[in-house]
């Protein structure tokens, strides 16, 4: 039986699929990753399909330069698998977040959230960064400012009982700079009777 070619085994269905598995764990690797050490998503994520792509062709009889083409070619497709994954996470979660946020109860801000960050957000668009950020400038708030904020944002009544906490998740579980920026907003805005107090009592 001839041996196949090096691009029909590329194409073939079911040697696609490895690629495909390998991106699905890249992207639960990297999202773990981000979670838990706050390093940059996109870097960690190429990293990672790199990885898998040396792995998957580390066995391949083909010629050293068709390896090289295979491994480039697979580990670009792991990464983008990867991140198309994550993007569809990213969408369903923001659904899921604008209705947990409708509810009287507000349940997505209790303290059971504490501490948590949001598992899927965008890899590309600085978000992780911004959003520790963000963290950090709520960690430093007083409770009147956090409040405010809240007011400004929509929120529901049992989120304004615990106006810190609540805001910081808020903080926490947002998924792109876009909305980094509209807490950001918030805060200065909320933030403003307090600074022009300061420079009138000053």
């Known amino acids: 039986m001839p041996e196949k ?19 699905s764990l890249t992207m639960f690797i990297t999202n773990t990753l ?3 050490f706050g390093v940059p998503p996109n870097y ?9 792509g040396l792995v998957v062709f580390a066995a391949t009889s083909t010629v050293l330069w068709q390896r090289f083409v295979l491994f480039v070619l697979n580990s670009l497709f792991i990464f983008s698998f990867a ?3 994550n993007q569809v996470g990213v969408t369903a979660s923001k659904r899921t977040d604008a209705i947990a946020q409708a509810s ?10 504490k501490g948590k960050q949001a598992y899927f957000a965008n890899w590309l668009d600085g978000t992780v960064p911004e959003r520790k950020q963000l963290i950090s400038t709520v960690q430093e708030l007083d ?6 904020t809240l007011e400004a944002l929509g929120a529901q009544s049992a989120e304004l009982s615990s106006p810190r906490t609540a805001l910081e998740t808020r903080a926490a579980f947002s998924r792109s700079t876009e909305q980094v920026e509209k807490i950001s907003t918030a805060i200065r805005n909320a933030d403003k009777p307090a600074v022009e107090s300061r420079i009138h009592e000053g």
Request: glycine fraction near 8%; hydrophobic fraction near 45%.
């Open 104 to 113: 009287p109860q507000a349940e997505w801000s209790l303290d059971a959230n």
């Open 83 to 85: 991140l198309g994954a």
């Open 34 to 36: 981000v979670n838990q």
């Open 143 to 148: 409770t009147d400012v956090a409040k405010r």
């Open 44 to 52: 960690t994520g190429l990293i990672i399909s790199i990885l898998f």
């Open 5 to 23: 070619k090096a691009h029909e085994e590329f194409l073939n269905p079911k040697s696609m699929l490895t690629p495909g598995i390998a991106g």
